[in-house]
């Protein structure tokens, strides 16, 4: 009765007391071992010579990704509104030894024979990476001159266990893309739709075993979702213009609460050789088991 007469006098005065609830992880798990990215990337024998690979990269005016080729072959990104962080080249390949050592230890040291889905893959950095640590993989987007990259992308490394479709997240079904799958990636998209906890449902419904997120975060302590409208003014933004819900840290916690996921464990930043939003708390990503 006093909890409630001082939680009622609180109120009148603008405040409120609010019990936070546990955060759910993981078992403790000792620090994987380091997985490093496939880099520079490995080219197909008497494929495409370095003036053809320059001619069909130059096809495609935008790329979200740099890309670097065994022989010294390279192209840097190209944006038409980049965001502060998105040009570095070093950037995905920090996110990689960031989250992927844990993806990879999870799935018993190995992603061969494994069976993952790329989702909103752009032009397939994370596919063409999976396929080349032995996964079959599964990529989309909703822009088809993102997935023409992406199959350029695996005509020149050679690859023939990567898959890319063009397809909307919202159609995404076990029917559409042929089953389930052991790990699903959902990379760089949950902030760019209105609805993230429909989102994760329909994601949970294509895995197996598990799901790794990775999102930027609105800077609150509050349990928000942050409302802003977003047009597709670049590939790196939504693919529609509407509104974009961005979570919170302590968002996404209930939203995988809600969601009733098995476990999960936030992925510690454990050194400073990583992007500075991931250093920030503006951005960081959950090893989901589920």
Same mark, same amino acid.
């Given at each position: 009765m006093i909890k409630l007469m001082v939680r009622r006098a609180l109120r009148l005065l603008g405040y409120d007391i609010l019990k936070i609830p546990p955060r759910k992880r993981i078992s403790p798990v000792h620090e994987p071992p380091a997985v490093p990215p496939v880099w520079p990337l490995p080219r197909r024998a008497q494929m495409l010579t370095n003036e053809d690979i320059r001619n069909e990269f130059a096809r495609h005016p935008f790329w979200h990704y740099a890309y670097q080729f065994d022989g010294g072959l390279s192209f840097q990104?190209?944006?038409?509104?980049?965001?502060?962080?998105?040009?570095?080249?070093?950037?995905?390949?920090?996110?990689?030894?960031?989250?992927?050592?844990?993806?990879?230890?999870?799935?018993?040291?190995?992603?061969?024979?494994?069976?993952?889905? $790329?989702?909103?893959? &752009?032009? /397939? =950095?994370?596919?063409?990476?999976?396929?080349? +640590?032995? %996964?079959?993989?599964?990529?989309?987007?909703?822009?088809?001159?993102?997935?023409?990259?992406?199959?350029?992308?695996?005509?020149?490394?050679?690859?023939?266990?990567?898959?890319?479709?063009?397809?909307?997240?919202?159609?995404?079904?076990?029917?559409?893309?042929?089953?389930?799958? $052991?790990?699903?990636? &959902?990379? /760089? =998209?949950?902030?760019?739709?209105?609805?993230? +906890?429909? %989102?994760?449902?329909?994601?949970?419904?294509?895995?197996?075993?598990?799901?790794l997120l990775d999102t930027a975060l609105y800077p609150s302590d509050e349990f928000a979702l942050y409302l802003k409208w977003e047009e597709p003014t670049d590939i790196r933004m939504a693919a529609h213009a509407g509104v974009v819900a961005l979570p919170t840290r302590s968002s996404i916690e209930l939203l995988l609460r809600h969601v009733k996921f098995n476990d999960w464990l936030q992925i510690p930043v454990r050194t400073k050789e990583l992007p500075v939003d991931y250093l920030t708390g503006r951005r960081a990503s959950w090893l989901i088991e589920v």
């Open positions: 990104t190209s944006h038409s509104n980049p965001g502060l962080d998105t040009d570095d080249p070093m950037r995905p390949l920090q996110r990689f030894r960031h989250f992927m050592p844990y993806l990879v230890q999870s799935q018993g040291g190995t992603l061969k024979g494994k069976r993952i889905l $790329d989702i909103a893959c &752009n032009s /397939g =950095f994370w596919s063409i990476q999976c396929a080349l +640590l032995g %996964a079959d993989v599964v990529g989309f987007d909703a822009r088809p001159e993102l997935i023409e990259e992406a199959n350029l992308l695996k005509s020149i490394t050679g690859i023939n266990n990567a898959e890319f479709k063009v397809l909307d997240f919202w159609k995404m079904s076990l029917e559409t893309l042929g089953g389930k799958f $052991d790990v699903v990636l &959902n990379l /760089g =998209f949950l902030y760019h739709v209105p609805k993230p +906890l429909e %989102a994760l449902e329909l994601t949970k419904t294509m895995a197996r075993s598990h799901i």
